[in-house]
Structures are given as C-alpha cells and as structure tokens.
C-alpha cells in the first residue's frame, strides 16, 4: 500500500515528483485533507501568519519554500522511516 502524503495544490512539481516515486498524494486544501496521511508538504508562505502556529495533524509537516521537488522527495523519505 503507498504511503499517504498531503500536498498544497500550488505544488504540483512536488506532487508528480511524489506520484513518480510510488506515493499516494492527495490535495491539501484543508486541515481534513491531513487526516490519514503519513506526511504534510505545504508552500511555507503562510506559516505563523499573526503569530498563530495551529496543526491539526502529528504528522511531519514539511516547508517546501526554497526548496527544489527532489530535496521536497528527500525530506519526505527521511521523516517517513
């Protein structure tokens, strides 16, 4: 079964490079689409707006601002081991 990993919708490179790679990725629009993933990938622009930090998930939530799809991948493998 692939492991289930979310991805905010304006990471698409992320998203194909995750689909190469055998995961399940699913859009990440909202705090239920966390639900059951293994793993969150957001964009990191919106991280602590008005010093307000709030996770609705225990998974690992990794900022993919400034980084290229395949070092998104890396981060991915690592925190999911």
């Given at each position: 079964?692939?492991?289930?990993?979310?991805?905010?919708?304006?990471?698409?490179?992320?998203?194909?490079?995750?689909?190469?790679?055998?995961?399940?990725?699913?859009?990440?629009?909202?705090?239920?689409?966390?639900?059951?993933?293994?793993?969150?990938?957001?964009?990191?622009?919106?991280?602590?707006?008005?010093?307000?930090?709030?996770?609705?998930?225990?998974?690992p939530?990794?900022?993919?601002?400034?980084?290229?799809?395949?070092?998104?991948?890396?981060?991915?493998?690592?925190?999911?081991?």
């Amino acid at each position: 079964m692939a492991k289930k990993v979310a991805v905010e919708g304006s990471l698409t490179n992320v998203s194909e490079a995750l689909r190469q790679k055998g995961y399940d990725v699913v859009d990440l629009k909202s705090a239920a689409d966390a639900e059951n993933c293994e793993c969150c990938v957001i964009t990191g622009v919106d991280s602590n707006v008005m010093g307000m930090a709030d996770t609705s998930t225990k998974a690992p939530v990794i900022e993919a601002n400034g980084l290229s799809a395949d070092e998104v991948c890396q981060q991915v493998e690592s925190r999911m081991q």
